[in-house]
C-alpha cells in the first residue's frame, strides 16, 4: 500500500515522506535503486532476486532476474537500457519492457569475479567493483571484461566522475580509501581516517566528489575534489546513524540514507547536506527500523530510498512547487509594435533532460521578455529574431509542459505544438580547460575567444563557457565537410559528435566526441 502519499508529487513541504509497499515481494530487501530512462525509478531486491520499477505514482512491477542470484547494484546506461550485477559473477542488462541478457563478468587474465557496484564510463563502458577479488573490471557492451589490480582493499561503490575517470570507495575497517581509475586502467588511491569505511559516492553539483562513510565516531559525509583534497563533515548528523549511500538532488544540495540508530530504537533516517556542509535530518514519516539503503535523485524532481528491512521505497520531498506566472502585464498603448502578444508554432525538440536547449519557431519575438517552461522559467534564452528563440529547460520542471513566450503584452496562448516534455537531470561531465587560448581569426581587432578544451567531452555549461564570447568568430566542420562559419547559435546547444571547431585557422582546436 502507499503510505502518506501526497495528491501530487513536489506540493508538500521538503522534508515530507511517502512510504510504497504494495506490488513489492516480501523480504524483497531492496537495495540499490537508480532513475531509468523511461522516466521510473528502477530498484535491485536482493532477497527476492528481482528487478524492481516503480512510476513516479508509486505504481511498481517486479522483473525476476533470468540469470544468478543476489542482485545488487543497478545503473542507466547510454544504451537506453539499465544493467545489474549478481553474486554469482554476472552482468546483466535489462530493457524498459524486462528483456533480459547476462554476461559472465570473469576475464581472461584474472578469472573469477565478484561483482557488487557498477557505473557507466565516460568510455562507453561498464565499469564495476570487483568486492572479494580488489579489482576493478571494465565491460564493453559486447559484453568483453578487462580487469585492473593493484587495489588496496575492497572497492563497494564506484561513480563516474567529473574528471572523465572512475571513482570508487574502500571501506577498509584498518585502510579506507577512495580510489580513482583512469579509463585506461592507472589507478589512484587517497587515505581517509583509519575507521571512517566510505560506502555510497557521487557527484555533486559543485563538481567534487561527494561520499558517506560509517565506522564508530567517524559518521559522516565526505568531500574529495578530482586532485584529492578531502573535508569530512559530521555536525547535525546522529552519531550511529550509519550514513550509507549518496546522491545529487535537483535542489542543488546532496541527499543520504542514514542505514540505522542502533542506540535509538532502529530509527533510519534521510539526511541533506549543502555543498558548504549543513545537515539536515529527516526522520518523520519513516518506519522504525526500515533501514534506508539505496538512494537516487527522481525524473520528477524528489528523492527516492530504498528500506531494506521495511519492503518499502520511500519518497522524500526535495523541491518545492514552481512559482506561480508572473502577474498580468500593464497595459500597452495602441499602435506599439509590442502591442500584441508572441504566437509559438512548435519547439524543437519535443523531448529532453532538464538544460536541453529548445528551439522555439513562431512569431512576434522581438518583444519576449522571457520564456516559461510551465509556471518555470527557462534557465536562460537567446532572441534569435522575430520568429526564433533558443532557450535552456529550466532544472525544476517536470513532466509535459506548455512553452510560452512572455512579452509586455502578456503570454502566448497555449497550442498543441508548444508542448515540452522532461525525461529527467542533463548528465554533467567536466571538460578542463588547456592553458592556451584561441588564435584570433581574421584581423588583428578580433578578441581572443576563451581557452581550448584538452578533452572530448562536453556539457551544455561549459561549451557555453568556451565558446559564448559575443564577438567570438568560429568555424564548424562535421565528418570531414568543408568549414562552415558560425556566431552565437552553435552555443545555444552542445555540438554534435563529431563536430571539429576551428579558430582562424585550419588547425582543429577543439574537437567533440
Known amino acids: 500500500m502507499a503510505i502518506a502519499t501526497p495528491a501530487m508529487a513536489g506540493a508538500d513541504p521538503v522534508g515530507t515522506v511517502s512510504e510504497f509497499s504494495t506490488g513489492i515481494t516480501p523480504g524483497s530487501q531492496a537495495s540499490d535503486i537508480v532513475a531509468g530512462p523511461d522516466g521510473n525509478l528502477w530498484f535491485t531486491e536482493l532477497g527476492a532476486n528481482r528487478i524492481g520499477r516503480i512510476t513516479p505514482a508509486g505504481a511498481v512491477s517486479e522483473f525476476p532476474i533470468a540469470s544468478g542470484f543476489g542482485v545488487r547494484g543497478i545503473v542507466p546506461a547510454t544504451d537506453g537500457n539499465l544493467w545489474f550485477v549478481t553474486d554469482d559473477g554476472t552482468v546483466s542488462r535489462i530493457t524498459p519492457a524486462g528483456v533480459q541478457t547476462a554476461f559472465d563478468a570473469s576475464d581472461t587474465m584474472f578469472g573469477a569475479a565478484d561483482p557488487y557496484m557498477l557505473a557507466q564510463g565516460s568510455d562507453g563502458n561498464l565499469w564495476f567493483t570487483n568486492w572479494d577479488y580488489s579489482r576493478i573490471s571494465r565491460m564493453t557492451?559486447?559484453?568483453?571484461?578487462?580487469?585492473?589490480?593493484?587495489?588496496?582493499?575492497?572497492?563497494?561503490?564506484?561513480?563516474?566522475?567529473?574528471?572523465?575517470?572512475?571513482?570508487?570507495?574502500?571501506?577498509?575497517?584498518?585502510?579506507?580509501?577512495?580510489?580513482?581509475?583512469?579509463?585506461?586502467?592507472v589507478v589512484t588511491e587517497f587515505g581517509l581516517a583509519a575507521g571512517s569505511r566510505p560506502y555510497g559516492i557521487t557527484v555533486g553539483p559543485d563538481g567534487n566528489l561527494w561520499f558517506a562513510q560509517r565506522g564508530t565516531g567517524n559518521d559522516g559525509i565526505g568531500r574529495i575534489t578530482p586532485t584529492g583534497t578531502v573535508t569530512v563533515f559530521s555536525a547535525g548528523i546522529t552519531p550511529g546513524s550509519t550514513p550509507l549511500t549518496i546522491t545529487a538532488g535537483a535542489d542543488g544540495n546532496l541527499w543520504f540514507t542514514e542505514f540505522g540508530d542502533g542506540t535509538v530504537n532502529g530509527v533510519g533516517r534521510i539526511g541533506r547536506i549543502t555543498p558548504s556542509g549543513t545537515v539536515t535530518e529527516f526522520s518523520a514519516g519513516i518506519t522504525l527500523g526500515s533501514e534506508p539503503y539505496g538512494i537516487a535523485a527522481g525524473p520528477d524532481g524528489q528523492v527516492w530510498f530504498t528500506e531494506r528491512a521495511g519492503n518499502r521505497i520511500g519518497r522524500i520531498t526535495?523541491?518545492?512547487?514552481?512559482?506561480?506566472?508572473?502577474?498580468?502585464?500593464?497595459?500597452?498603448a495602441a499602435g506599439d509594435p509590442c502591442a500584441s502578444v508572441a504566437s509559438v508554432l512548435a519547439v524543437a525538440p519535443t523531448s529532453g533532460p532538464s538544460g536541453s536547449a529548445v528551439t522555439i519557431t513562431g512569431s512576434g519575438f522581438?518583444?519576449?521578455?522571457?520564456?516559461?517552461?510551465?509556471?518555470?522559467?527557462?534557465?536562460?534564452?537567446?532572441?534569435?529574431?522575430?520568429?526564433?528563440?533558443?532557450?535552456?529547460?529550466?532544472?525544476?520542471?517536470?513532466?509535459?509542459?506548455?512553452?510560452?513566450?512572455?512579452?509586455?503584452?502578456?503570454?502566448?496562448?497555449?497550442?498543441?505544438?508548444?508542448?515540452?516534455?522532461?525525461?529527467?537531470?542533463?548528465?554533467?561531465?567536466?571538460?578542463?580547460?588547456?592553458?592556451?587560448?584561441?588564435?584570433?581569426?581574421?584581423?588583428?581587432?578580433?578578441?581572443?575567444?576563451?581557452?581550448?578544451?584538452?578533452?572530448?567531452?562536453?556539457t551544455l555549461a561549459q561549451a557555453r563557457?568556451?565558446?559564448?564570447?559575443?564577438?567570438?568568430?568560429?568555424?564548424?566542420?562535421?565528418?570531414?565537410?568543408?568549414?562552415?562559419?558560425?556566431?552565437?547559435?552553435?552555443?545555444?546547444q552542445a555540438p554534435k559528435p563529431g563536430t571539429v571547431l576551428y579558430a582562424g585557422d585550419a588547425r582543429p582546436t577543439v574537437r567533440f566526441g
Open 366 to 458: 522581438g518583444c519576449a521578455t522571457g520564456v516559461l517552461f510551465g509556471g518555470t522559467p527557462a534557465l536562460g534564452y537567446t532572441v534569435d529574431g522575430d520568429r526564433q528563440i533558443t532557450a535552456r529547460a529550466p532544472s525544476s520542471a517536470v513532466g509535459d509542459v506548455d512553452v510560452r513566450v512572455l512579452s509586455s503584452a502578456g503570454a502566448s496562448t497555449i497550442v498543441p505544438g508548444d508542448r515540452f516534455t522532461f525525461t529527467g537531470a542533463l548528465t554533467a561531465l567536466a571538460l578542463p580547460v588547456s592553458d592556451q587560448p584561441l588564435a584570433p581569426i581574421g584581423d588583428q581587432r578580433t578578441p581572443i575567444c576563451g581557452r581550448v578544451p584538452t578533452l572530448t567531452r562536453y
Open 465 to 492: 563557457r568556451v565558446l559564448a564570447a559575443d564577438h567570438c568568430d568560429v568555424r564548424l566542420r562535421v565528418d570531414g565537410s568543408a568549414p562552415r562559419r558560425g556566431h552565437r547559435r552553435i552555443t545555444s
Open 318 to 332: 526535495a523541491t518545492v512547487p514552481a512559482p506561480a506566472p508572473p502577474p498580468a502585464p500593464a497595459p500597452v
Open 141 to 185: 557492451p559486447s559484453g568483453v571484461v578487462t580487469s585492473f589490480s593493484g587495489i588496496g582493499g575492497r572497492p563497494y561503490d564506484i561513480v563516474a566522475g567529473p574528471d572523465g575517470n572512475l571513482w570508487f570507495t574502500e571501506p577498509n575497517a584498518n585502510a579506507s580509501r577512495i580510489g580513482r581509475i583512469t579509463p585506461s586502467g
